[in-house]
């Protein structure tokens, strides 16, 4: 499965002794191969095969070894991606990509559960490393797939999967290793970064914006992975899993999209001096773990505030580092090779040089992962933002209170809007700090008040960020 | 060198099989021990001490590997850290550290070029694998050691050299790897970049603002290493060694401090929507790249400008990643200490998987290391801010515009405040795109005006940043 191709420099050298005497003689007198087979030919299949074509020189001097294309299984082998094929087969075969034996290394980049979760399992216990950007498979079904992973002893590379080519990945796994890990955070979904970006811009409201970024490509026919969060809560999934040293386990996420989110608010809150973030935490509260992906209202001033449009941000908090943070372009052709094939660089640089077994797959070794206990979201304390729609009658701001009070809720400001005691005006509160609980239980009997029109509004205000 | 310790799980291994094994048998059936020794224990030495002694066996579970301690030197072995070093030996003899048999890996902290330079040099001759953070010695004394440690077939890690816990050393030597580098621009001296945001948060000139930063520890007592821009320059040499492929070579690195700026410069620039940065550049440019640290006016809106205080950011520029960007407090006991124990784990985690030479030292294997012409920095081109200040007598004008355009420079935009004949008065203009080497020949001729009363400032605007 692992053949030398090209001998630079001078001497032949035995191939058994060759990683050991790399460091004595200079290093890269060999030249290696790895054989790559790509499952899925898509947007970032499209950007792996083009960047191994276009870099594959730069990356043999970089890391002594070629990274040969030999299969790429795709639905469609006809289709043109503008890309020269030469001596690369093109199959609709997935199978003759996973059990080839012509094929060192798997890179799947099909995305969906099946059957891409059944061939990365072949390709495993078929001895292969495999490479994937699928954050769904990993968040969903993870644990069986690194088991088999450490079975065969071999590697599952995922940086792809979170943030397109910024490193968080590595950064968690390798160069925060010694770091006790107290939360990260950020945002992990460009589609609903980028909509509620140009909703504040526009001043227009979500189905709108929606429509405008389907048609330019910013979002999917059907977006509801993207805005009702479940993209980012699989993100959240494995950097929690990489930070805390807990098994994959996306159920115990807690999830809320945006599509809930109004234009209204997003006024409300740039008047206030927030943005409003599809921001995903995860976080150590004494010894549990909060683990969300909401809405929520971060201060201008913060740096979360400035990751606008397409862009992802990912910020660490370590107990030595601090809290370091990580940006870039999330996704896209071309960022996600570049992830992709970085972690093909990890294998090849792996294999040439001897190592097995160097990084534990979640970053600790599988018997010290503990399965933490997650807090109940609505146990989580903060300030909250709340709008009531109320027809402003005499008394009303005195009932509010009246039923803030009983649960325990204070306010931090109330603010007003115009004055109607036919329509409905908007009242916007801001609560010191509570439990989301609290805060819920208290909405359900303002709702039933009688000046109250609409179901009142709620979004977290998250204080503290960098 | 190299032992094992301790037995974790059932079944004796025998020494050579192990790596090999352990894919196969679940990894982390064993824990090794890495013997480590400091030399200098100062601030950095202090945090990494400190950090190996509170997260060690955080560190054993996430490598497999134990980190022990086993000697420090230090002028001042006396000294009280607040440590307890209880079997630590703690010597005046840094002979001790990098000669002694039970030392497997050397961390260099103490700064400097001579003895350190020496005592590095003698590790890796040694065999032993060194840790340092000491980017002067790197960037003036570098391909030296690195050749050593090739040689030796040992690792040199320095991610603790450049900003901090911040990995951005990592990034381009792995994570990035595939992509070919177009620049890498930061703040990467935490001094000046405190000295600038108070200079203009407070409006006050750089003296009291730099008397105040070495009160509060922000500055050194000789603060030239900061405040001239060499510490930066040293840190643009590693960068721009990893970014392009050449080899590290301080002395091609332009350098300007920012003892210059002034405070009348600093609140022109926010009237005009700029702030004022010590930016590290290298740039491909052409055929040559461009390698300069100097203060420049950046938009008050590029994510550059947000970077504040203490703090650093690196941005990196590759053909298929995209900008990515890394931030991070870029100095101080504890992210320092994170990024030579980062290191620390990688010497780890290669030992206990068999890997040898994985990474090139420079990230590209040395026979492709090709040194890059450096372009002049007279020769780039750019926009360009001055500040003259003049006696306002009738023609001064027609007189300044005369020799611009004599030069072929033309104007942006002109701001001028106050009106005074006898006292000068600042006149601030804006250029076009023209080259450096234009604009100061002109300025030479233009400073030789009757009313032109000072030298004028000139100050690069970089535009086109993140």
Not at 221 to 235: E, M, R, T
Not at 319 to 328: L, N
Not at 334 to 341: E, F, I, K, L
Not at 411 to 433: F, N
Request: hydrophobic content about 45%.
């Amino acid at each position: 499965m692992w053949r030398r191709i090209e001998r630079v420099g001078s001497g032949a050298i035995g191939r058994g002794g060759w990683a050991g005497r790399l460091g004595k003689k200079g290093g890269g007198s060999l030249v290696e191969e790895l054989r790559i087979g790509v499952l899925g030919f898509g947007t970032v299949g499209t950007g792996t095969v083009r960047l191994l074509l276009t870099n594959g020189e730069l990356l043999a001097q970089r890391t002594g070894v070629r990274f040969r294309l030999v299969r790429i299984a795709t639905l469609d082998p006809q289709g043109d991606r503008g890309l020269d094929l030469a001596g690369i087969e093109v199959t609709d075969d997935a199978w003759k990509v996973v059990d080839g034996d012509d094929i060192d290394v798997v890179v799947e980049v099909m995305g969906g559960l099946e059957p891409a979760g059944s061939l990365v399992l072949r390709a495993l216990r078929n001895g292969k490393p495999v490479v994937t950007a699928n954050k769904a498979l990993l968040a969903q079904r993870g644990e069986g797939l690194i088991a088999e992973a450490l079975r065969s002893g071999v590697e599952l590379g995922f940086e792809a999967a979170v943030a397109g080519a910024v490193p968080v990945i590595k950064a968690l796994k390798e160069s925060l290793a010694a770091n006790r890990i107290q939360q990260v955070y950020g945002i992990l979904n460009g589609t609903c970064n980028y909509i509620l970006t140009e909703m504040r811009e526009k001043g227009l409201p979500f189905a709108t914006i929606l429509g405008e970024a389907q048609r330019l490509g910013f979002a999917e026919a059907d977006p509801s992975f993207d805005v009702d969060g479940i993209d980012a809560a699989h993100k959240l999934t494995i950097l929690a899993s990489l930070a805390f040293g807990t098994p994959l386990d996306f159920e115990r996420v807690t999830v809320e999209g945006i599509r809930h989110i109004s234009d209204v608010d997003i006024a409300w809150a740039t008047e206030m001096g927030y943005r409003i973030k599809l921001l995903a935490v995860a976080r150590r509260s004494g010894d549990e773990i909060e683990l969300g992906v909401r809405p929520v209202l971060v201060a201008d001033a913060s740096m979360v505030a400035t990751v606008e449009g397409v862009f992802n941000a990912v910020f660490i908090e370590g107990d030595f580092s601090g809290t370091t943070m990580y940006y870039g372009r999330g996704a896209g052709e071309r960022p996600t090779a570049s992830a992709v094939v970085a972690d093909l660089v990890e294998i090849g640089r792996n294999r040439r040089s001897g190592a097995r077994g160097r990084v534990p797959t979640l970053s600790i070794l599988p018997q010290h992962l503990v399965p933490l206990p997650v807090r109940d979201s609505r146990e989580q304390s903060g300030e909250y933002y709340i709008r009531l729609e109320v027809r402003d009658r005499p008394g009303v701001l005195a009932q509010l209170t009246e039923v803030l009070a009983r649960f325990g809720i204070s306010i931090d400001a109330i603010h007003q809007k115009g004055r109607s005691q036919e329509s409905a005006v908007p009242l916007v509160m801001v609560t010191h700090e509570t439990t989301e609980r609290q805060v819920r239980d208290a909405l359900v009997q303002i709702a039933a008040l009688d000046p109250v029109s609409e179901p009142p509004r709620l979004i977290r205000i998250e204080s503290g960020l960098a």
